[in-house]
Nanobody, 123 residues
């Protein structure tokens, strides 16, 4: 069983920064692909950024490339999402998710989910 706990959401301003953190427990960290997804009101959940089991494979949603950075720390068992140059359209609930298999950026392929953390960006 895998447990995921997100933190770091809140209110940010356009052009500002926020950092989200996901603490992973319950499974050997190196066996997990971990990703961040988000869901805005009235919209489907979408992939934001993800990292493969060894951290060597990283992928981003096109609209966040150059602004968001995902990082993985095996010692701390965390996967962080640094969000810079925030935009109002980044407003959503952000979820950390994990899967035991190799990389996939499809939310349906993820078995384990955190409770989500709200990010609100004001203009």
């Amino acid at each position: 069983q895998v447990q995921l706990v997100e933190s770091g959401g809140g209110l940010g301003q356009a052009g500002g920064s926020l950092r989200l953190s996901c603490v992973v427990s319950g499974q050997l960290f190196s066996t997990l692909t971990v990703a961040w997804f988000r869901q805005a009101p009235g919209k489907e959940r979408e992939f934001v950024a993800g990292t493969g089991r060894s951290g060597g494979i990283i992928n981003y949603l096109d609209s966040v490339k150059g602004r968001f950075t995902i990082s993985r720390d095996a010692a701390k068992r965390t996967v962080d999402l640094q969000m810079n140059n925030l935009k109002p359209e980044d407003t959503a609930v952000y979820y950390c998710a994990a899967r035991l298999q190799g990389v996939s950026w499809n939310s349906f392929d993820y078995n384990y989910w955190g409770q989500g953390t709200q990010v609100t960006v004001s203009s």
